[in-house]
C-alpha cells in the first residue's frame, strides 16, 4: 500500500487529472488480475471536484448522506478508516467514494482516504458507498427507468415463482446482479407492466405493485405456449396470443380504472373489493391477500361462467396459481 501524503508532490507537479489518469492506467493490469493497488492520500478541494467528475458511473447522489458526512467533516470528526476504502475501477470511473468526496467539497476541508485503483467494473453491485446499495441503485445504474418499481416487480415475480406464502422474505435470494440482469433482459415487457402500476397508484388501490405483477406474470404465460405450435401454424398461434394479450391489457385497464364494468363481470366484484380494502384506514390489507384476489378474479373471469362476487383470504394461506393460459376459455 503506497501512501502519498501529498498527491501533486508525488504527481511531480502534474496537474489532478494527469496525476489521476496514470494512477488509474498503471493499476489496471493488475487490476484485471485481480489485484487492486491500494493507495492513500489526503483529498482536498480541487482534487474531489476531479475525482467526482468520474462519478458519472455511480448511483444517485443522497443528499440526506451528504449533509450527515459534511457534518461530520466540518466538526473535525472525520476519520481515516482504512477498511473502508473508496474505489476506482480500471475504466477510470469512480465506483464508490461519491458521498464522502461530494461531503469534502461541500465542506471545503481535505480528509485523508484510501482509494482501491483497478476494481473490476462488473462488481460495482458489491462496493459500498457509504451504505449498501438497492436493486433500484443498480438499476439506475444501468439506466433503467422506474428502478424502484421494477426491482419491486422482480422480487413480487420471484416471490410468485418460488411460491411463497409471504412476499417480505425475498431479500437475499436475487442479488443485486441478478436484478440487473432480469430487468435488462425483459426491460420491454416490465416497462408494460409497470405502466398497470402506475394506474393502480393514481386510483390508490391497494398494494399498487401487485397489479403489474400479476399483469406480468400473465404475460409471460402467454408466451409460454410453444407446445400448442404443435397444433396450429405459426401464424394462427401468434394471432391468438396476441387477441389474448390485447384482452389480458383490456381486463386490467378496466378493473383499475373502473371503467366499462357491469355486474356481468367478475372485475366489477372484484373492483368492489379492493376499493373497500383501500378504504380501510386502520388495517391496511395485505400482500399476500390483495395478490390472492387479484389471482381469483382473473381465474374466475378466465374459465368460468358465472362471475365471481365473493373474495376472501384466510392469514397464513397458500396463495392460490393463476390458470395456465392454454385452459382460459373465455378470452
Same mark, same amino acid.
Given at each position: 500500500?503506497?501512501?502519498?501524503?501529498?498527491?501533486?508532490?508525488?504527481?511531480?507537479?502534474?496537474?489532478?487529472?494527469?496525476? *489521476?489518469?496514470?494512477?488509474?492506467?498503471?493499476?489496471?493490469?493488475?487490476?484485471?488480475?485481480?489485484?487492486?493497488?491500494?493507495?492513500?492520500?489526503?483529498?482536498?478541494?480541487?482534487?474531489?471536484?476531479?475525482?467526482?467528475?468520474?462519478?458519472?458511473?455511480?448511483?444517485?447522489?443522497?443528499?440526506? $448522506?451528504?449533509?450527515?458526512?459534511?457534518?461530520?467533516?466540518?466538526? +473535525?470528526?472525520?476519520?481515516?478508516?482504512?477498511? @473502508? !476504502?473508496?474505489?476506482?475501477?480500471?475504466?477510470?470511473?469512480?465506483?464508490?467514494?461519491?458521498?464522502?468526496?461530494?461531503?469534502?467539497?461541500?465542506?471545503?476541508?481535505?480528509?485523508?482516504?484510501?482509494?482501491?485503483?483497478?476494481?473490476?467494473?462488473?462488481?460495482?453491485?458489491?462496493?459500498?458507498?457509504?451504505?449498501?446499495?438497492?436493486?433500484?441503485?443498480?438499476?439506475?445504474?444501468? +439506466?433503467? $427507468?422506474?428502478?424502484?418499481?421494477? %426491482?419491486?416487480?422482480?422480487?413480487?415475480?420471484?416471490?410468485?415463482?418460488?411460491?411463497?406464502?409471504?412476499?417480505?422474505? %425475498?431479500? +437475499?435470494?436475487?442479488?443485486?446482479?441478478?436484478?440487473?440482469?432480469?430487468?435488462?433482459?425483459?426491460?420491454?415487457?416490465?416497462?408494460?407492466?409497470?405502466?398497470?402500476?402506475?394506474?393502480?397508484?393514481?386510483?390508490? *388501490?391497494?398494494?399498487? #405493485?401487485? /397489479? +403489474?405483477?400479476?399483469?406480468?406474470?400473465?404475460? $409471460? *404465460?402467454?408466451? @409460454? *405456449?410453444?407446445?400448442?405450435?404443435?397444433?396450429?401454424?405459426? /401464424?394462427?398461434?401468434?394471432?391468438?396470443?396476441?387477441?389474448?394479450?390485447?384482452?389480458?391489457?383490456?381486463?386490467? /385497464?378496466?378493473?383499475?380504472?373502473?371503467?366499462?364494468?357491469?355486474?356481468?363481470? $367478475?372485475?366489477?366484484?372484484?373492483?368492489?373489493?379492493?376499493?373497500?380494502?383501500?378504504?380501510?384506514?386502520?388495517?391496511? !390489507?395485505?400482500?399476500?391477500?390483495?395478490?390472492?384476489?387479484?389471482?381469483?378474479?382473473?381465474?374466475?373471469? #378466465?374459465?368460468?361462467?358465472?362471475?365471481?362476487?365473493?373474495?376472501? /383470504?384466510?392469514?397464513?394461506?397458500?396463495? !392460490?396459481?393463476?390458470?395456465?393460459?392454454?385452459?382460459?376459455?373465455?378470452?
Amino acid at each position: 500500500m503506497t501512501d502519498i501524503t501529498n498527491p501533486m508532490n508525488a504527481g511531480i507537479g502534474e496537474t489532478n487529472d494527469k496525476w *489521476l489518469t496514470k494512477l488509474i492506467k498503471s493499476a489496471e493490469e493488475n487490476g484485471k488480475n485481480g489485484v487492486t493497488t491500494p493507495y492513500i492520500f489526503n483529498v482536498n478541494l480541487t482534487l474531489a471536484e476531479e475525482l467526482l467528475k468520474r462519478n458519472n458511473k455511480n448511483r444517485k447522489i443522497s443528499p440526506s $448522506t451528504v449533509n450527515w458526512y459534511t457534518k461530520i467533516i466540518q466538526k +473535525g470528526e472525520w476519520e481515516f478508516m482504512p477498511e @473502508d !476504502p473508496m474505489a476506482m475501477d480500471w475504466d477510470g470511473y469512480l465506483r464508490d467514494g461519491g458521498h464522502r468526496l461530494t461531503a469534502a467539497v461541500k465542506a471545503n476541508i481535505p480528509i485523508r482516504i484510501k482509494m482501491e485503483f483497478g476494481c473490476d467494473p462488473s462488481h460495482y453491485d458489491l462496493y459500498d458507498q457509504g451504505k449498501r446499495r438497492t436493486g433500484k441503485d443498480i438499476l439506475e445504474i444501468e +439506466g433503467i $427507468t422506474n428502478a424502484a418499481r421494477t %426491482t419491486t416487480l422482480i422480487r413480487n415475480i420471484f416471490s410468485y415463482n418460488k411460491n411463497r406464502l409471504n412476499f417480505n422474505v %425475498t431479500k +437475499g435470494d436475487l442479488s443485486l446482479r441478478e436484478i440487473a440482469a432480469i430487468a435488462k433482459e425483459n426491460e420491454e415487457q416490465l416497462y408494460h407492466s409497470i405502466k398497470i402500476i402506475h394506474l393502480a397508484e393514481g386510483e390508490k *388501490l391497494p398494494r399498487p #405493485a401487485l /397489479y +403489474g405483477t400479476v399483469h406480468y406474470i400473465l404475460h $409471460t *404465460l402467454l408466451d @409460454d *405456449l410453444d407446445d400448442w405450435k404443435d397444433s396450429f401454424d405459426s /401464424y394462427s398461434i401468434n394471432s391468438i396470443i396476441e387477441r389474448r394479450k390485447n384482452v389480458l391489457d383490456e381486463w386490467f /385497464y378496466s378493473l383499475i380504472s373502473n371503467e366499462m364494468l357491469s355486474k356481468d363481470d $367478475t372485475a366489477y366484484y372484484l373492483r368492489r373489493k379492493l376499493y373497500k380494502e383501500s378504504m380501510n384506514r386502520e388495517r391496511r !390489507p395485505t400482500t399476500e391477500a390483495v395478490l390472492t384476489y387479484l389471482i381469483k378474479g382473473w381465474n374466475a373471469y #378466465a374459465t368460468d361462467d358465472l362471475p365471481l362476487t365473493k373474495y376472501g /383470504y384466510i392469514s397464513g394461506g397458500s396463495i !392460490p396459481r393463476l390458470v395456465p393460459a392454454k385452459n382460459w376459455k373465455h378470452i
